[in-house]
């Protein structure tokens, strides 16, 4: 199995910036399919960003052109980038894993095999 640890969640005011990592552990993933999603309090869990290995890179309009994700296979991380931060923005951010050769483009869920137990972000007004 592998294994997924999502770091980086803090409270941020408005405006501001944060990075978060996950940490990946447990097989290679030069090729493994990579997504942030979120769930704010009360919502449902909702499509973020997602990346290849290489150069393919996906966001949701609600954080495009403010979020920028980014692997680093070699060190088994993801990242992702947050600037402008809005209060809208506060949720508990999972990283997700989906094991594939190729890049599918996936925004749903269902789609990913691994998951992390999440990073709390608070951005106050």
């Known amino acids: 199995q592998v294994q997924l640890a999502e770091s980086g969640g803090r409270l941020v005011q408005a405006g501001g910036s944060l990075r978060l990592s996950c940490a990946l552990s447990?097989?290679?993933?030069?090729?493994?399919?990579m997504a942030w999603f979120r769930q704010a309090s009360g919502k449902e869990r909702e499509f973020v960003s997602a990346?290849?290995?290489?150069?393919?890179?996906d966001y949701a309009d609600s954080v495009l052109g403010r979020f920028t994700m980014s692997r680093d296979d070699a060190r088994g991380q993801v990242y992702l980038q947050m600037d402008s931060l809005k209060p809208e923005d506060t949720a508990v951010y999972y990283c997700?894993?989906?094991?594939?050769?190729?890049?599918?483009?996936?925004?749903?869920?269902?789609?990913?095999?691994?998951w992390g137990q999440g990073t709390q972000v608070t951005v106050s007004s």
């Open positions: 990346a290849s290995w290489s150069v393919d890179r």
């Open positions: 997700a894993a989906k094991s594939s050769l190729v890049w599918t483009g996936d925004r749903a869920e269902k789609e990913y095999d691994y």
């Open positions: 447990g097989r290679n993933f030069r090729r493994t399919n």
